[in-house]
């Protein structure tokens, strides 16, 4: 399964909001009725860290500006109002099936 | 909280071999699946293998298949990636990662290891 995000790179500006599209090449929809799409941040120098997984679940201690929306072949990454900490690179991830993949990474810059 | 460790990173020659462990704390480690995942230099993440929990069910990545070996150790809480045949392709920081919350996201890693494959 191809993940595609988009955009590559967002520049914002603190404060203001922000979303990242993740679009899949099949249905994320499993036979057991879940759709196993994650978000992951990754500071610079960091290890990749979890904030979203089955499409709209928070990881306990993810600040709740960040939402995770969709469906089927296209989700969402929604950042309510920006701020500093924020900048890094946004995956999306799907375990629905393997091989598991992530998309190529959007820059969230300030 | 849990904790995951790599170790064995290195310089290797193209060609030769290469074992990276990863030691888990403060959770039930024999309980979950476990995976590599790896990172290329100024690259996005690549899912490399994952392996169930009694280690029956093992998973790769094309491009490492015949090559890399994932394994665990439940008695001694560790995870293991035997790497043969490198290729400087597979340069790239190499992250341990668990799914403790369930819902088949990596939502524990490691710190990683350095793999450089090179003459």
């Known amino acids: 399964i191809v993940m595609t995000q988009t955009p590559l790179s967002s520049p914002v500006t603190p404060g203001q909001p922000a979303s990242i599209s993740c679009r899949s090449s099949q249905s994320l929809v499993h036979s057991d009725g879940n759709t196993y799409l994650s978000w992951l941040q990754q500071r610079p120098g960091q290890p990749p860290r979890l904030l979203i997984y089955k499409i709209s679940k928070r990881l306990s201690g993810v600040p709740d500006r960040f939402s995770g929306t969709g469906a089927g072949t296209d989700f969402t990454l929604k950042i309510s109002r920006v701020e500093a900490e924020d900048v890094g690179v946004y995956y999306c991830m799907q375990a629905t099936q393997f091989p598991l993949t992530f998309g190529g990474g959007t820059k969230v810059e300030i | 909280e849990v904790q995951l460790a790599e170790s064995g990173g290195g310089l290797v020659q193209p060609g030769g071999s290469l074992r990276l462990s990863c030691t888990a704390s403060?959770?039930?480690?024999?309980?979950?699946?476990m995976s590599w995942v790896r990172q290329a230099p100024g690259k996005g993440l690549e899912w490399v293998a994952s392996?169930?929990?009694?280690?029956?069910?093992?998973y790769y990545v094309d491009s490492v298949k015949g090559r890399f070996t994932i394994s665990r150790d439940n008695a001694k809480n560790s995870l293991y990636l035997q790497m043969n045949s490198l290729r400087a392709e597979d340069t790239a920081i190499f992250y341990c990662a668990t799914d403790v919350v369930g819902g088949w996201a990596f939502d524990s890693w490691g710190q990683g290891a350095l793999v450089t494959v090179s003459s």
């Open positions: 403060g959770f039930s480690f024999s309980d979950f699946w």
């Open positions: 392996l169930n929990q009694d280690g029956s069910g093992k």
